[in-house]
C-alpha cells in the first residue's frame, strides 16, 4: 500500500487540500481493527491526519462498515 498510495498522497499536497481522517474505536479491538490501525499508521507516514479516539463501550455507534464526512473551507 505504501507506495501504491504514495501519488496519491503526492496529488493530494500538491493542490493543497486538507485530508483528515477520525476513527472511533471502543474496546476490546478485533483483529481487524488491529489491521486496519496498522494501516493507519502507514497512511499517517504518508503525511495523512488520522486521529483515533476510544470511545467508551456502551456508546451506540452507526452500525455502518464506514461512514464519511466531507468538509471544506470557504
Same mark, same amino acid.
Given at each position: 500500500?505504501?507506495q +501504491?498510495?504514495?501519488? *496519491?498522497?503526492?496529488?493530494i499536497?500538491?493542490?493543497?487540500? %486538507?485530508?483528515?481522517?477520525?476513527?472511533?474505536?471502543? %474496546?476490546?479491538? #478485533? +483483529?481487524y481493527l488491529?489491521?486496519e *490501525?496498522l +494501516?493507519y499508521?502507514?497512511? +499517517?507516514? *504518508?503525511?495523512?491526519?488520522i486521529?483515533?479516539?476510544?470511545c467508551?463501550?456502551?456508546?451506540? *455507534?452507526p452500525? %455502518?462498515d464506514?461512514f464519511?464526512? #466531507?468538509?471544506?473551507?470557504?
Amino acid at each position: 500500500m505504501h507506495q +501504491a498510495d504514495r501519488r *496519491l498522497y503526492d496529488d493530494i499536497r500538491s493542490r493543497g487540500i %486538507e485530508y483528515s481522517r477520525i476513527r472511533l474505536v471502543q %474496546e476490546p479491538l #478485533t +483483529a481487524y481493527l488491529d489491521y486496519e *490501525l496498522l +494501516a493507519y499508521r502507514i497512511r +499517517a507516514n *504518508l503525511g495523512e491526519v488520522i486521529g483515533v479516539v476510544r470511545c467508551d463501550s456502551a456508546l451506540n *455507534l452507526p452500525n %455502518e462498515d464506514f461512514f464519511d464526512w #466531507t468538509i471544506s473551507k470557504p
